[in-house]
């Protein structure tokens, strides 16, 4: 059973490795990653300019946003590549059978 604040917002069959997508967790977008068939999660807003990251390019453990290139990682929300230079938050998952449980951000 999840553990208290962890709500279902997709299943692992829906998102292969090396894929992404974008879910909603109450208010805020996430990103969920399968990076080798580990499930990452992330804002999926870029903290340089207001744009989708599950609309750029995901390169192993690394997306990069659409809209000026600027990349992170999927792992820590580092940013990785300029213009971004402001951390991403970075969100709790649980797995449970198939389905993906994330939690509010890790402070």
């Known amino acids: 059973m999840a553990d208290a604040g962890f709500i279902k917002v ?9 894929e992404m997508i974008a879910v ?16 990452h999660a992330i804002d999926d807003i870029c903290s340089h300019a207001y744009a989708s990251l599950s609309e750029g390019d995901l ?3 690394e997306v990069e ?3 000026h290139g600027g990349a992170f990682s999927c792992v ?4 990785t ?4 230079n402001e951390s991403l938050r ?5 797995i449970e059978g198939d389905d993906i449980l994330v939690a509010p951000p890790i402070d």
Do not use: K
Request: aromatic letters at 2%; proline letters at 11%.
């Open 90 to 94: 970075v969100y709790s998952v649980q």
């Open 10 to 18: 997709a299943q692992v069959s829906e998102i292969r490795p090396g």
């Open 59 to 61: 390169r192993g453990d």
């Open 24 to 39: 909603e967790v109450g208010s805020e977008q996430v990103l969920l990653v399968n990076v080798d068939g580990t499930i």
């Open 81 to 84: 590549n300029p213009p971004a």
């Open 76 to 79: 820590t929300g580092a940013p």
């Open 65 to 67: 946003c659409p809209l």
